[in-house]
């Protein structure tokens, strides 16, 4: 069974705390893993990656961190701003294959407030 | 401006009627892909293109078609066969089949009436 989950619908943060944005995952073997950003009626945006074999990624305000024993993603963004308000969702890929493995979860809707 | 560029944007369906979505990218992707997002899921893998003149069903190909003559182009067809064509489809490319990253186009809304 593999599947990738965003267990919080939704999460709202004050302008400039941190978000924290959270992806499980049920395959151990997973080798890599993508946060996209989206806005309403548009397409996802690309953000930030990870490979299994890291444990941090960061990119200016965007940090991903990846615990492989507890099976869990985070996605933190610091500070938070309005423009952030947007769905975002994690993806991961099985091992020994190809992009189109990719399984998305279902998106995490953050609000920041000003 | 490099890109993947979805058309149209809304589009209305009879029920019984095929339709057509567009997909053009600028970004010399070997590998595009077609997904299907409904309300409260993860978005569904429909058909994947690795290369010209070849692709490969996803997991949710019933009812849609496509074709990929072109490295650009990759247009999906929804048939009168998919029985909830309502949903917001997107477009996607990587550079190649076997890279890490996924881009995708602005997402095309199909609503059957």
């Known amino acids: 069974d593999q599947q990738v989950k965003q267990n919080s619908p939704s999460l709202s943060v004050q302008e400039g705390r941190i978000s924290i944005l959270n992806c499980d995952y049920t395959?151990?073997?997973?080798?890599?893993f993508l946060w996209y950003k989206k806005y309403p009626a548009e397409g996802p945006t690309f953000l930030i990656s990870i490979s299994s074999i890291k444990d941090k990624n960061e990119d200016g305000r965007f940090t991903v961190f990846l615990n492989k024993s507890a099976k869990h993603l985070s996605l933190h963004i610091v500070p938070s701003q309005p423009g952030d308000s947007a769905v975002y969702f994690c993806a991961a890929r099985p091992p020994y294959s190809g992009t189109y493995k990719y399984i998305f979860g279902t998106g995490t809707r953050l609000k920041v407030l000003a | 401006d490099g890109g993947i560029t979805q058309s149209p944007k809304y589009l209305f369906r009879k029920e019984g009627q095929n339709v057509t979505l567009s997909c053009e990218q600028n970004?010399?992707?070997?590998?595009m892909y077609w997904y299907r997002q409904d309300p409260g899921q993860g978005l569904r893998l429909i058909y994947y293109s690795q290369i010209v003149n070849d692709f490969q069903k996803g997991d949710i190909a019933e009812g849609y078609s496509v074709s990929r003559e072109k490295k650009e182009s990759f247009p999906l067809t929804v048939t009168s066969a998919q029985k909830n064509p309502t949903a917001f489809y997107l477009c996607a490319s990587s550079p190649t089949g076997t890279g890490n990253t996924i881009y995708f186009g602005e997402g095309s809304w199909l609503t059957v009436v």
């Open positions: 395959n151990s073997m997973f080798d890599y």
């Open positions: 970004l010399n992707h070997d590998a």
